[in-house]
């Protein structure tokens, strides 16, 4: 009797063992879950950023955009595999196409702006060593006004570029 006692707590313990372990699974959410929440925050910061920029806080939106970006990263290496094999459809590679020209053209814009710039901090630097006040600070005004455009160029880019990413990983919506 004493060894059935045993052998009855052990089963007893390995079955309690077993529910629990079978409840705890269940309580755990799959991982596609929790992807689907990073997706989902990636794009609210998308949108924010977004709206940031067209209000013209640059800071805010280019570090709204960078932490999208985080999440889009860590979402693709994930699903590396996955995206491989995902068809786009004709739409999808359309819009991809357009966002990157988008993307790019920006890009191209905001390093012309940056040149421009620069030529004009170069200008206001002489215009200041010639101890010409007026023509230096009016050089300095239109530099930080063609970087500040630059800069929000380069966001601009980065977000046509997340726009794709956030399209690549429609299939995590809710």
Request: a positive charge.
């Amino acid at each position: 009797m004493p060894m059935s006692r045993g052998i009855f707590g052990i089963c007893l313990l390995i079955l309690t063992l077993t529910l629990a372990g079978a409840g705890w699974t269940q309580t755990i959410k799959p991982a596609s879950s929790g992807h689907t929440i990073l997706y989902g925050r990636a794009v609210s910061l998308l949108d924010q950023a977004e709206k940031k920029l067209n209000t013209g806080d640059i800071s805010t939106a280019k570090a709204q955009a960078k932490e999208a970006n985080s999440l889009f990263t860590l979402l693709k290496n994930e699903y590396t595999s996955l995206l491989a094999e995902r068809e786009l459809s004709p739409k999808e590679d359309q819009q991809l196409a357009i966002n990157q020209k988008l993307a790019t053209d920006a890009q191209t814009q905001a390093d012309r702006l940056m040149e421009t710039a620069a030529a004009q901090d170069k200008k206001a630097q002489e215009h200041e060593m010639q101890g010409r006040e007026e023509p230096s600070k009016a050089s300095y005004r239109q530099s930080k006004d063609g970087y500040n455009r630059a800069q929000s160029l380069y966001v601009r880019s980065a977000l046509y570029a997340l726009r794709n990413q956030q399209m690549l990983f429609r299939f995590l919506a809710p």
